[in-house]
């Protein structure tokens, strides 16, 4: 793409995606950037920071804020993830508000409803995701009528993350909607969330997939070293995945350490498949009590300011 980022007409800001978990804020992430930011899974609170992901448009550049799931919670990490979602209510040119075709209007989407009734000058667009798994249209309408009959949105946007179906078309109209201002990432740039964290993240991913409903809330990773291989293009991460009990490790390594060989395989998978070359991932688990339940242990694994 050309270098437009002198011309008077070079759109550019931050658009944040808001909404309640399993929406798909992370899948139109992913999708409008072209590549892996964000991790995927089904779980719901799969989300646990701000992430950014860039896009290149013609004559603009499109910040995208992936945030967590806005829930109703009684947790410290709940808590900690909700919070760092509503801040971006505030720091972005515009709001996408993510919901989904089939659900209805759920608690939590009231819920973030009546916190953008107190919004002035920030922008926000009505996105309605997984428009594929619908099959009567007329449902599909009932939907966005019954959302703009709780806030005059700015416009409106049925839309598959999945197939990428008006996709284009959000893009578009959210580049028509920015400020003129500056290219903030040089071209190309996907990201600026840096290697360790994307590393860290692709390990929990997989943790989330291998293990049942408990562990994915009461884990986190850290990525203790990367070094350059021997051999051109060949990197050794060492990293340590934590959770709260021994039980919970004792899960986490498996029979024989099956289940860890499990989870670094497919992180290793996702890896060269984002950072390419290869790389040998050494999984190491280990207790950290309560963490989820503190401050401190909030602030040690970056889910706390």
């Given at each position: 793409?050309?270098?437009?980022?002198?011309?008077?007409?070079?759109?550019?800001?931050?658009?944040?995606?808001?909404?309640?978990?399993?929406?798909?804020?992370?899948?139109?992430?992913?999708?409008?950037?072209?590549?892996?930011?964000?991790?995927?899974?089904?779980?719901?609170?799969?989300?646990?920071?701000?992430?950014?992901?860039?896009?290149?448009?013609?004559?603009?550049?499109?910040?995208?804020?992936?945030?967590?799931?806005?829930?109703?919670?009684?947790?410290?990490?709940?808590?900690?993830?909700?919070?760092?979602?509503?801040?971006?209510?505030?720091?972005?040119?515009?709001?996408?508000?993510?919901?989904?075709?089939?659900?209805?209007?759920?608690?939590?989407?009231?819920?973030?409803?009546?916190?953008?009734?107190?919004?002035?000058?920030?922008?926000?667009?009505?996105?309605?995701?997984?428009?594929?798994?619908?099959?009567?249209?007329?449902?599909?309408?009932?939907?966005?009528?019954?959302?703009?009959?709780?806030?005059?949105?700015?416009?409106?946007?049925?839309?598959?993350?999945?197939?990428?179906?008006?996709?284009?078309?959000l893009l578009e109209k959210i580049r028509a909607a920015l400020p003129e201002g500056p290219q903030y990432f040089p071209e190309g740039t996907k990201t600026d969330q840096p290697e360790k964290?994307?590393?860290?993240?692709?390990?929990?991913?997989?943790?989330?997939?291998?293990?049942?409903?408990?562990?994915?809330?009461?884990?986190?990773?850290?990525?203790?070293?990367?070094?350059?291989?021997?051999?051109?293009?060949?990197?050794?991460?060492?990293?340590?995945?934590?959770?709260?009990?021994?039980?919970?490790?004792?899960?986490?390594?498996?029979?024989?350490?099956?289940?860890?060989?499990?989870?670094?395989?497919?992180?290793?998978?996702e890896m060269e498949k984002r950072f390419g070359g290869q790389i040998y991932l050494r999984l190491f688990v280990k207790v950290k009590k309560n963490w989820t339940k503190s401050y401190k242990?909030?602030?040690?694994?970056?889910?706390?300011?």
């Amino acid at each position: 793409m050309e270098d437009n980022s002198n011309s008077s007409e070079f759109r550019s800001g931050f658009v944040s995606i808001i909404g309640r978990p399993n929406v798909g804020k992370s899948s139109l992430s992913n999708r409008v950037v072209g590549t892996k930011t964000s991790i995927v899974t089904r779980k719901p609170q799969t989300t646990r920071n701000r992430i950014t992901a860039i896009r290149d448009v013609k004559d603009g550049q499109i910040i995208f804020i992936d945030t967590p799931g806005i829930h109703r919670t009684n947790t410290a990490l709940g808590k900690a993830m909700v919070q760092s979602a509503l801040k971006t209510y505030h720091d972005a040119d515009i709001l996408l508000f993510l919901t989904d075709s089939h659900s209805g209007i759920e608690e939590e989407d009231r819920d973030i409803i009546d916190k953008l009734k107190g919004l002035k000058h920030t922008k926000v667009f009505l996105v309605i995701n997984k428009i594929d798994d619908v099959k009567d249209r007329d449902i599909l309408l009932k939907v966005i009528s019954a959302y703009n009959e709780l806030y005059p949105f700015e416009d409106t946007f049925p839309i598959s993350a999945m197939t990428g179906e008006n996709v284009d078309n959000l893009l578009e109209k959210i580049r028509a909607a920015l400020p003129e201002g500056p290219q903030y990432f040089p071209e190309g740039t996907k990201t600026d969330q840096p290697e360790k964290f994307i590393m860290a993240e692709f390990i929990r991913e997989q943790v989330i997939l291998f293990t049942g409903e408990e562990l994915p809330y009461v884990t986190a990773v850290g990525i203790d070293d990367i070094q350059a291989g021997k051999t051109e293009g060949v990197k050794i991460v060492q990293a340590t995945i934590y959770v709260e009990k021994d039980s919970q490790k004792g899960i986490i390594i498996g029979k024989n350490g099956s289940m860890l060989k499990q989870i670094g395989k497919g992180a290793r998978m996702e890896m060269e498949k984002r950072f390419g070359g290869q790389i040998y991932l050494r999984l190491f688990v280990k207790v950290k009590k309560n963490w989820t339940k503190s401050y401190k242990g909030l602030y040690d694994f970056g889910y706390s300011d």
